[in-house]
Structures are given as C-alpha cells and as structure tokens.
C-alpha cells in the first residue's frame, strides 16, 4: 500500500491550501483513508478521516467547520481543502489509510492513533501559516 501525498505549502494566517492523497495497492477492496497533522511538540492526531464508499467524514474539532474531505473514489484520492487557516495549523501533515469498510460511525477507530493504527502513513507534508 502506498500513499502519495501533496499539496502542503506556506500560507498567511486567513489563507487556504489543498492537500492531495493518492492511496495505492489496495485493488479494488474498501479502505478509509484521512489525514493526521503533528503539530510541533506534539503527538500525532487524527484530524479527518473518510471511507472508500464516500458515507460522509468525520473530522476533530479544532478544524471542523474549516477544513472539508472530499474522496474521489475513481481515482483514489482523497483532498483536504483547508480554510481559514491559523498559526496553530503550522505542522506535518501525513496521509493515512486502512483496510475495510468503515460506516462514518466507525471511522473513529482509523482517526484515533494507536499501536498500529492507523497501518498505512505516508510522507508528511508541511504546512507552515504564517501570522
């Protein structure tokens, strides 16, 4: 399994970007993929997260209300559209996925970081906002 992740950049305080996944190797089997963010001195944590069969996401509340996942389910890729961005958003951005089927009542489990959850991470990405 392979994420590809993209999009991260600088941006003033107020500014949008869109991050871009890509997930691969998974065939034709259902996934949830989403997005962590490790913000400096901090651990890792999950901010959105959707399933394969495009049910609805689920997002944390620091960004809820700003950022929006959307999935492309022909292409597999998942984009992060972020709004109204704050200093506070300043991080590494990381892709992630996992095997199966998550209803958007079970996508928590792929969200919450744990052991070995979620399995698939790729490349961070980052997105630093200026004040």
């Known amino acids: 399994v392979q994420l590809q992740a993209s999009g991260g950049g600088l941006v003033q305080a107020g500014g949008s970007l869109r991050l871009s996944c890509e997930v691969s190797g998974l065939g034709g089997a259902d996934y949830a993929t989403g997005w962590f963010r490790q913000l400096p001195g901090k651990e890792p944590e999950g901010i959105s997260c959707?399933?394969?069969?495009?049910?609805?996401?689920i997002y944390a509340g620091s960004v809820k209300g700003r950022f929006t996942l959307s999935i492309d389910k022909v292409k597999k890729t998942t984009y992060l559209q972020m709004n109204n961005l704050k200093s506070e958003d300043t991080g590494v951005y990381y892709c992630?996925?996992?095997?199966?089927?998550?209803?958007?009542?079970?996508?928590?489990?792929?969200?919450?970081?744990?052991?070995?959850?979620?399995?698939?991470w790729g490349q961070g990405t980052q997105v630093t906002v200026s004040s």
């Open positions: 959707i399933g394969s069969t495009d049910e609805g996401a």
């Open positions: 992630v996925a996992d095997r199966g089927y998550y209803s958007t009542d079970s996508l928590y489990r792929v969200c919450t970081p744990g052991p070995r959850s979620p399995p698939y």
